[in-house]
């Protein structure tokens, strides 16, 4: 049926119900994309740990049947040298419903252009979901980590980020520059014989999509507020429209009412009748307040390219992004990805820390409803850390910790599971 991809014989795929629920079997078929760099170290190790932690709270009733399918350097080893991003991994990635994805490399400046962000924009991946929580004994920076613990939506598929963009010098960019000069009257390109370009398209409804799942979230995991984060006053109709149409999207989807004429807005929780508070705060100002007042935030919406920028400041206030897990998800289809990236240094050699993968695979066996595996991965992931037995991200920041390669992290991870 596939040209390279072997479907195991011991599976049945996850399904989506009418009302976009999941039907998954006990015996699930996952695809995975190893990724590039360190992929090929922590993919393994996240895989014996998921098996484990499933095996450990199913006793062999249920089992994850692991199906590898292409994307990056590997996927042109085996499809051949041009081919990043392969028909049939996407075919796959839609029809199964659920997976998993290692790093994958974009080079700087030329060359392919983000294989990760294609795989959000062919699969509308819109929302970008990254938890940030302190695991007790982690080194941070921070005095008092474990007052960070916020959820980032960052929106997934527009934004700078979508990568239109003309090269200096090229046939495109004289065209635009000539449109906005002659025909838009734009005299703000300072040097327009040499400049490249890019758009930032931001829409309404792409806003409303990720604010109005923002905001379910809160109501549905009792959480106190959603701030969206944007530069808004410099980029009005752009960061300033994703800021005004979320307030909108609260007053209007929500019943959310002003306080003190706005614009910060609150409405009851239907669930629980606790207030949340629908505020915002401009992007450089936030990424102070989170290191000086992290407790004030709970859930953040933000556009693509600040999302990326806090996604990483927030992880580094809780250890780093070698534990920073997420998700990329539509309202059927969802990809687990670590927040991190190839980290090429370090690439074959056994020594990154696998942590980051594997909290979104307990994300993932979450979104699954297996929640006993999901909760002893945390267990075992908190275990590990007190033991002090941690790889060398945490151990160079550790008193009297012992180093483990990233494969030795998994094994600890597993031993604590008793
Ligand atoms: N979703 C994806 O697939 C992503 C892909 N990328 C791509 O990855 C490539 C490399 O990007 P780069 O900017 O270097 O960012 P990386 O996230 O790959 O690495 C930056 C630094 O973060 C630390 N780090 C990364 N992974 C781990 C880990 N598992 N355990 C512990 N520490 C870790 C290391 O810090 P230290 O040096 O202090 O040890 C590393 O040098 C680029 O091609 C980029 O486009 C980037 C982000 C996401
Ligand atoms: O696509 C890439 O290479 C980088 C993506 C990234 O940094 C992210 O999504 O956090
Ligand atoms: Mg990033």
């Excluded at 980032?152 to 004289?174: L, M």
């Excluded at 006053?233 to 960061?239: A, G, P």
């Excluded at 999302?307 to 990483?312: F, K, R």
């Excluded at 090429?344 to 993968?357: C, E, F």
Aim: charged content about 25%.
């Amino acid at each position: 049926m596939y040209q390279h991809i072997k479907v195991p014989a011991d599976g049945q795929k996850i399904t989506v119900n009418a009302d976009l629920t999941l039907s998954v079997p006990d015996h699930p078929v996952i695809p995975y994309i190893e990724g590039d760099g360190t992929g090929a170290d922590i993919t393994p190790v996240m895989r014996k740990v998921v098996d484990a932690a499933v095996a450990r709270a199913y006793g062999g009733s249920r089992k994850i049947s692991w199906m590898e399918i292409y994307a990056g350097e590997k996927s042109t080893g085996v499809y051949g040298p041009d081919v990043w991003l392969p028909a049939e991994t996407l075919e796959v990635l839609k029809d199964y419903v659920v997976s998993i994805k290692g790093p994958l490399t974009t080079p700087v400046g030329g060359g392919i252009r983000s294989l990760n962000v294609a795989l959000r924009q062919e699969l509308d991946l819109y929302v970008c979901l990254r938890p940030v929580r302190y695991f007790a004994g982690v080194p941070s920076p921070l005095k008092q980590p474990d007052k960070t613990d916020m959820v980032i939506f960052r929106e997934n598929s527009e934004d700078i980020y979508a990568g239109i963009e003309w090269a200096e010098g090229s046939e495109g960019v004289k065209k635009v520059i000539k449109f906005l000069t002659e025909e838009m009257g734009v005299r703000k390109i300072r040097f327009p014989e040499t400049s490249g370009l890019g758009l930032k398209p931001v829409s309404r409804e792409g806003t409303e999509r990720l604010v109005r799942k923002a905001i379910q979230y809160a109501i549905d995991n009792d959480k106190p507020s959603v701030t969206l984060v944007h530069k808004g006053n410099i980029m009005k109709y752009t960061e300033g429209g994703f800021r005004d149409w979320g307030y909108a999207l609260a007053q209007k989807e929500f019943g959310a009412e002003l306080i003190d004429g706005g614009p910060w807005c609150k409405f009851r929780n239907p669930r629980t009748g606790r207030e949340i508070t629908i505020k915002d705060s401009i992007a450089d100002a936030f990424l102070q307040q989170i290191l000086l007042r992290p407790a004030e935030y709970s859930v953040i919406a933000t556009l693509n390219l600040n999302g990326d920028y806090i996604s990483d400041a927030l992880a580094a206030q809780v250890g780093g992004i070698g534990i920073a897990p997420g998700a990329n998800m539509s309202d059927s289809v969802a990809m687990f990805e670590a927040t991190h990236g190839t980290a090429p240094k370090y690439a074959g050699k056994d020594y990154v820390n696998p942590g980051s993968l594997i909290l979104s695979a307990e994300m993932m066996l979450r979104h699954m409803g297996w929640t006993e595996a999901s909760d002893l991965i945390i267990r075992a992931m908190e275990k590990a850390i007190t033991s002090k037995k941690v790889t060398y991200d945490f151990a160079r920041l550790m008193e009297g910790a012992t180093q483990v390669s990233c494969s030795g992290f998994g094994e600890v991870m597993i031993e604590q599971m008793g």
